[in-house]
């Protein structure tokens, strides 16, 4: 349920400010079956999900001790 009321605010922020009830749920509505289609589609033509969207720094921050090494 969360993942649910998480998808619908992030498109209900994409929706413009000034829209009447009616019309946002008609729109509402459809957020999770277009959620579905998207991820269907995903899967069919086996596209890579990132885990992360940010790389982690670990291997940043090695290669900068490594080069501080000699000087510390």
Not at 46 to 70: C, T, W
Request: charged residues 30%; aromatic residues 8%; negative net charge.
């Amino acid at each position: 349920m969360e993942y649910l009321v998480r998808l619908t605010k992030g498109h209900l922020r994409s929706i413009c400010s000034n829209i009447s009830e009616s019309p946002m749920k008609k729109r509402s509505s459809a957020f999770f079956g277009m959620q579905e289609i998207s991820d269907d589609f995903d899967n069919e033509t086996k596209i890579a999900q990132q885990a992360h969207k940010h790389k982690p720094s670990y291997e940043d921050e090695m290669r900068i001790v490594n080069d501080l090494g000699p000087y510390s």
